[in-house]
């Protein structure tokens, strides 16, 4: 039975970098509190770039790694919280950009999880027979989001967008799970703009940025994540050994930490570059990955852990064997 593999990945963050120096100049904070605290140094924040600009770059860039012409996608599925529009979608915005006019096109929001759950979207699509190539990208404008006034907040997010491209294939994924939590779902929220009703003044108190309770969703994530790569592994008949790298979501070097030592495995497989982004939401795990691809970090036959959490709440993980054998077909060559 035909299955899926990653055939090209991309990434794009905006040029504007924000120190945790500069931020200590804007709340009470300090560059040694928001280390210590979530390993984070600075961030790219948007100044001009929308979330479809960033998602249409790190399309591209996926696209150019995959060998493959803009027209051969038959979907496309934007993951993010952080529309520019409701309409269109960011997907719609990215299939323009690129230049395809078939590709299915729709934007899927489940908060920091959104990737991972567009991946089995793809996947199951893909698996299904209704397309054999598609694009997901996950890409987020966080700082649109966030009151910059709010420490436990502003110091954690930044924006960017990570793709990649699927492609049917006798090799690639093995095992996915993912789940959801709506009864904790207003430890991690935001409102946007949906604060009022016909004729009616916005609600009293309520502003539109995102809220945080910030010791409840590190006690859902380092006892979630684990249990969540936990299960797909014995789904999957895999042993932890067997894994060479888990690619977390990027929220907080402590999280990242807990989880490895809840799996008891080194944190030498658990790369990290929240320092250099801090947490992109849906963007974190696919800029990651597009990384750890393009300085050849990844070999054929590696099997790779995705996993992450999110606003819900929500969670999911996928296992997959990565197949590089594409390149040696279109002569792509690692490290441009």
């Not at 140094?41 to 770039?49: A, L, M, N």
């Amino acid at each position: 039975m035909k299955t899926t593999k990653i055939i090209g990945t991309g990434s794009c963050v905006p040029d504007r970098i924000v120190t945790n120096d500069e931020l200590a100049g804007v709340v009470d904070t300090s560059d040694s509190w928001i280390q210590e605290r979530t390993g984070i140094c600075r961030r790219h924040i948007s100044v001009k770039e929308t979330t479809s600009e960033l998602a249409a770059e790190a399309a591209r860039a996926a696209v150019l790694d995959a060998g493959i012409l803009p027209e051969d996608l038959g979907l496309i599925i934007a993951a993010t919280s952080s529309a520019d529009t409701v309409m269109p979608t960011v997907a719609c915005r990215v299939q323009a950009a690129l230049g395809n006019r078939s590709a299915v096109c729709f934007d899927l929001n489940a908060a920091c999880s959104g990737f991972l759950y567009s991946l089995n979207v793809a996947h199951s699509m893909i698996k299904s027979g209704l397309c054999s190539t598609a694009l997901v990208v996950g890409a987020e404008n966080m700082s649109k989001t966030i009151d910059w006034t709010d420490r436990g907040t502003c110091v954690l997010f930044g924006d960017g967008a990570g793709a990649c491209v699927l492609q049917a294939s006798d090799d690639g994924w093995i095992s996915t799970v993912s789940g959801a939590d709506g009864l904790r779902g207003d430890v991690l929220t935001y409102a946007g703009n949906t604060l009022h009703n016909f004729l009616t003044a916005p609600l009293s108190g309520e502003t539109p940025y995102m809220k945080m309770d910030g010791q409840a969703v590190f006690k859902f994530a380092v006892k979630t994540v684990p249990a969540c790569i936990n299960s797909l592994l014995e789904q999957a008949g895999c042993r932890k050994q067997d894994v060479r790298w888990y690619l977390l979501h990027q929220a907080n070097e402590r999280i990242i930490s807990a989880a490895a030592r809840r799996l008891g495995e080194p944190i030498e497989k658990f790369p990290i570059n929240l320092n250099e982004y801090g947490n992109t939401s849906a963007a974190s795990i696919p800029i990651l990955l597009d990384e750890m691809n393009r300085e050849g970090r990844l070999e054929q036959g590696d099997k790779i852990v995705l996993a992450g959490f999110g606003a819900g709440l929500t969670w999911g993980a996928t296992l997959l064997t990565w197949q590089d054998d594409h390149r040696k077909m279109n002569g792509t060559k690692k490290g441009k």
